[in-house]
T-cell receptor
Framework: ETGVTQSPTHLIKTRGQQVTLRCSSQ?????VSWYQQALGQGPQFIFQ???????GRGNFPPRFSGLQFPNYSSELNVNALELDDSALYLC??????????????FGPGTRLLVL | AQKVTQAQTEISVVEKEDVTLDCVYE???????LFWYKQPPSGELVFLIR??????QNEISGRYSWNFQKSTSSFNFTITASQVVDSAVYFC???????????FGTGTRLTVIP
């Protein structure tokens, strides 16, 4: 196991609602990345947080937002949910050092279903 | 632009057979990193290997081996003597130097039949 935890494991919401997903990073890691994985697809990068600030963002609208806390845990918030937001949301933690970014280790994911 | 292609959508093999999963990538960067992850039905992506672009040495880890060839932009993954527990979706991914996001292929679903 990686030591990366996510909650909740499953979630059902209705269109237009808001959702918050949580992630605790692996001990010793300072960076959290979030990915969305639609059914049958590879994960797509949403954004990354480093030192409590957004450190890069993929092609996702502003209604996808996040936070990183001093203990390096993170939240992903999605407002105004749409049916297409139904997916597996994966959190990955890693360590950024002077020489660059180390390997990203993933948590078990949160399965979100939007009805 | 970067791209990772896993042309094999699904593969089925009988237990104890060898199987190779193909990965072809595109990038203009001279420094980059390649990864393989395993995703069992539980959903968690399990890290298998990381390879730097400047290190073309092949690697073997137990029943797993990886063949990295820059000349053909390929990073193939072979499982020897496959087992039922190897059944999963396998993803190849690319990380550009200085970037913060992994770029994944669409995955290959491997089914090992007992």
């Amino acid at each position: 196991e990686t030591g990366v935890t996510q909650s909740p494991t499953h979630l059902i919401k209705t269109r237009g609602q808001q959702v918050t997903l949580r992630c605790s990073s692996q001990s010793g890691h300072n960076t959290v990345s979030w990915y969305q994985q639609a059914l049958g697809q590879g994960p797509q990068f949403i954004f990354q947080y480093y030192r409590e600030e957004e450190n890069g963002r993929g092609n996702f609208p502003p209604r996808f937002s996040g936070l990183q806390f001093p203990n390096y845990s993170s939240e992903l918030n999605v407002n105004a949910l749409e049916l297409d937001d139904s997916a597996l949301y994966l959190c990955a933690s890693s360590l950024i050092e002077r020489r660059g970014q180390e390997t990203q280790y993933f948590g078990p994911g949160t399965r979100l279903l939007v009805l | 632009a970067q791209k990772v292609t896993q042309a094999q959508t699904e593969i089925s093999v009988v237990e104890k057979e060898d199987v190779t999963l193909d990965c072809v990538y595109e990038t203009r960067d001279t420094t980059y990193y390649l990864f393989w992850y395993k995703q069992p039905p539980s959903g968690e992506l399990v890290f298998l290997i990381r390879r730097n672009s400047f290190d073309e040495q092949n690697e073997i880890s137990g029943r797993y081996s990886w063949n990295f060839q820059k000349s053909t932009s390929s990073f193939n993954f072979t499982i020897t003597a496959s087992q039922v527990v190897d059944s999963a979706v396998y993803f190849c991914a690319l990380l550009r130097s200085g970037a913060n996001n992994l770029f994944f292929g669409t995955g290959t679903r491997l089914t090992v039949i007992p």
